[in-house]
């Protein structure tokens, strides 16, 4: 069965960009009768208060994004977080990371324009006894060990997008230093526990998805479908930011229906050809992919206010 999500981070409100995703994640799972659900990542409760998840759920709720089961909270699947790790372990060379946050930045080898640093390998080669003595010191965090091959796959709007994790990202972390599991592993967890067959989500993640990819191979999960979809821009086409003014739901909210948002995101997004209201279930059938632009998507006017 086509299972969607929507899997926001609510480390804040969630902004037009978020939302764009959401219409995009339900309408690409709804417009071919699948299942939607909700995730609610969280894994760190310090960046992720509950009371901005509920608020997140409750957006969603507002634009009429339907789901089908009860949300599921990283912050309550620490275990079987714990139990992936242990199966990794089994699989592929999981080994600890003493450097310290200084110590990475001084060691990251250049990678060519990468947003995201190398790992140099510098923890691969510690003895047992080095292991043993610096763990009295630091609570480690824990790499896995990548290899030196390439990984790709064919995304629904981005097209065909390739990488050699030695070579973008090298040995990348599982669990932090101060025990929080990392998101790559968290969400390919989660993915799989709720069979998720298609995962729609923002293009700045498209360099994080191979990784997810090698975890699936090593864990036995099948591989979901992809759709990164493009920045939400201004209709100048600059980065939505503090100086659009408010732009949680709940601001706009006060200036726009709710149709009238979903009608702006959707004419954004290239599903209608002029900007008017349009609940979520009017877009149904006009959605496809091959509308929806790959490089950047442009609010039609600017929402300061
Ligand atoms: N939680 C991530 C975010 O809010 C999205 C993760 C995903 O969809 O895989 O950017």
Known sequence: MITGR????????????????????????????????????????????????????????????????????????????????????????????????????????????????????KCRCLTPEEIRERSRLRRPSLRLQVPDETIAFSDALQGGYAANLAETCGDFILRRSDGIFAYQLAVVCDDAASGVTEVVRGRDILPSTPMQIHLCRLLGFPQPAYAHIPLLTDSQGRRLSKRDGDISLSALSRRFTRDEIVGMLGFAAGLLPEVRPASPEALLPLFSWEKIPKDEVRLPFDLAG
Not at 31 to 53: K, Q
């Open 6 to 121: 929507f899997a926001p981070s609510p480390s804040g409100y969630l902004h037009p960009g978020n939302l764009l995703c959401a219409l995009l994640a339900w309408l690409s799972c709804r417009s071919r009768g699948g299942r939607f659900l909700v995730r609610i990542e969280d894994l760190d409760p310090n960046r992720c208060p509950r009371r901005l998840s509920l608020q997140a759920l409750q957006d969603l709720r507002w634009l009429g994004l339907t789901w089908d089961e009860e949300p599921l909270w990283q912050s309550d699947r620490t275990e079987v977080y714990r139990g992936a790790l242990d199966r990794l372990s089994g699989a592929a060379r999981v080994y600890p990371c003493f450097c310290t946050r200084a110590e990475l930045h001084a060691s990251f080898a250049p990678n060519l324009g990468d947003v995201n640093p190398v790992y140099s390998g």
